[in-house]
């Protein structure tokens, strides 16, 4: 059998319907030959050797240019990786690996994403159309290994936002050569087993031009950097990471005690603790960018200029979004917070738009008279996208001390505790801007995602819960897949803003 995607195993209806074809303790081989530079350092390596063992495979790494072609034939499942197609299939035919790629099709299961499902087709022509620039040998046969009729166009969505003209020149090609093409977002793939069977993502979904595989993304502040997440399960299983918010200088943060818990929730004043930005680009971003999920670099200030020269540093960095904190205390205004004022949220927006050359997106604080007025003020200064709720400001007291409990006096309250509020004023939102908002505070479980959903999130950020089960993002995820599916939902966006007042 034959697996075509776009992007590896990157949703779990692909993972599902690999799973359903291999048997635990079964051999799998990744071919990393189709990426000439890299090879075994490339990321999605790794995030796949992750992805397979998940199934219950032993995981080798093969490249034709150093490995016997034939010894291919042994295993259960082979997986040609993503690269260069004009290098994958000239290593292929130079060593006679079709004939290896065969028996595994007919015997096992054959997976090939990007380039490796371009080279198991009847041509690469496809390719030549988009990424001539990539055929260093100066290939001339774009003749394929024919495992399959069926032609598609790896990261289409993506390849729309590089080149306007995708799609034209994607039908001119369907003219010239009488196929038709099927395109694949990634998350999305083909299942060759008698009748081609096309899956796509359900939970796949945009946010300000930004496409996320799914719409659970980490929360700031309560994921770190995530390395030590890292350890337990792929974080390319999330949809992205909101990092640790980060600021122009290092912070020391808060004096402790600054975390306690509440009934329903816990109390923090944490203080934006962070090793500064120079250190989060120097130290932390080359391994969040190998890790396969959209990067959100989280941004707080204390005057309008720190956010403007911290931005500036990230407009080159490999970030694919910025999250403005804007519930700090603005210094040269008296210590009043930013985001409690439509003039304060105004303000600092227009003023990071101005320099800002990544999709932005406002983090608004609940502690407000009409939060929604806020989302205006950040949607009329040029915002992208607006995040809420931030934590809501609450207290809890010693009684034998007779001192607050958190050193600071006050914290962020956070948990199931705020789901109602942060619902609320999500639906209140939704009713006033036209882009997109990201819904938090509370999220413990795939029916709070759903709720929040339809209250108008297009995706959402669990935080909180994380530190009670580190795996709540993907059990959330799981859920709302499985509730999709019991209720024919096709998209997430189509539960996007569903409620139904009365």
């Not at 599902?16 to 490339?42: S, W």
């Not at 938090?440 to 819960?465: H, Y």
């Amino acid at each position: 059998m034959i697996i075509l995607c776009s992007n590896g195993l990157t949703s779990p209806e692909l993972l599902r319907a690999a799973g359903q074809h291999v048997k635990a303790g079964g051999r799998a081989a990744i071919v990393v030959t189709a990426d000439p530079e890299y090879k075994e350092k490339n990321y999605h390596v790794g995030r796949e050797q992750k992805r397979l063992e998940l199934l219950g495979l032993t995981v080798d790494l093969f490249d034709f240019d150093t490995q016997p072609a034939g010894a291919l034939a042994a295993y259960d499942v082979v997986e040609l990786n993503g690269g260069n197609p004009y290098y994958l299939l000239d290593s292929i035919r130079k060593h006679q690996g079709g004939q290896a790629l065969r028996q595994v099709a007919e015997r096992g299961l054959l997976i090939g994403w990007s380039a490796g499902a371009l080279v198991l087709q009847r041509g690469i022509g496809i390719a030549n159309r988009y990424i001539s620039h990539m055929n260093f040998l100066n290939l001339d046969d774009f003749t394929g290994l024919g495992l399959t009729d069926v032609q598609i166009l790896p990261h289409y969505s993506k390849q729309q936002l590089r080149d306007s003209g995708t799609e034209e020149k994607c039908r001119q090609y369907e003219r010239e050569t009488g196929c038709e093409v099927i395109r694949l977002n990634d998350g999305d793939g083909i299942v060759l087993d008698g009748s081609p069977a096309v899956i796509r993502s359900a939970l796949r979904t945009e946010v300000a031009g930004v496409e996320f595989a799914n719409p659970i993304i980490a929360a700031s502040g309560t994921f770190g950097f995530g390395r030590e997440y890292g350890g337990l399960y792929p974080l390319s299983e999330l949809g992205g990471i909101s990092c640790k918010g980060t600021t122009l200088h290092p912070r020391p943060g808060n004096p402790p005690p600054r975390v306690t818990e509440t009934p329903a929730g816990m109390l923090n004043a944490v203080g934006l603790q962070n090793p500064g930005v120079d250190h989060f680009i120097e130290h932390d971003l080359p391994w969040l960018n190998q890790q396969g999920t959209r990067i959100i670099a989280n941004l707080a200030g204390s005057a309008v200029e720190d956010y403007c020269q911290t931005v500036e540093k990230l407009n080159d960095a490999p970030i694919d979004m910025i999250e403005l904190n804007i519930s700090c205390p603005n210094v040269k205004e008296g210590g009043v917070q930013f985001g409690v004022t439509a003039q304060g949220v105004e303000g600092v927006t227009k003023a990071v738009r101005k320099v800002c050359q990544k999709p932005l997106m406002v983090k608004l604080s609940p502690n407000v008279t009409d939060i929604s007025e806020m989302a205006l003020a950040a949607e009329s200064a040029g915002a992208d996208a607006v995040s809420l709720i931030n934590t809501l400001t609450g207290m809890r007291i010693d009684i034998n001390t007779r001192r607050p409990i958190i050193r600071n006096n006050t914290g962020g309250l956070s948990g199931p505790a705020v789901l109602p509020v942060a619902l609320r004023m999500v639906w209140q939102t939704a009713q006033k801007v036209k882009i997109p908002i990201v819904g938090l505070g509370g999220v413990s479980t795939w029916q709070d995602a759903v709720e929040m959903l339809l209250a108008g999130a297009s995706a959402i950020q669990v935080g909180t819960a994380i530190f009670t089960d580190p795996y709540a993002p993907i059990k959330i995820r799981d859920g709302l897949l499985e509730y999709m599916e019991k209720n024919g939902v096709k998209s997430v966006s189509q539960l996007t803003g569903g409620v139904r007042p009365w």
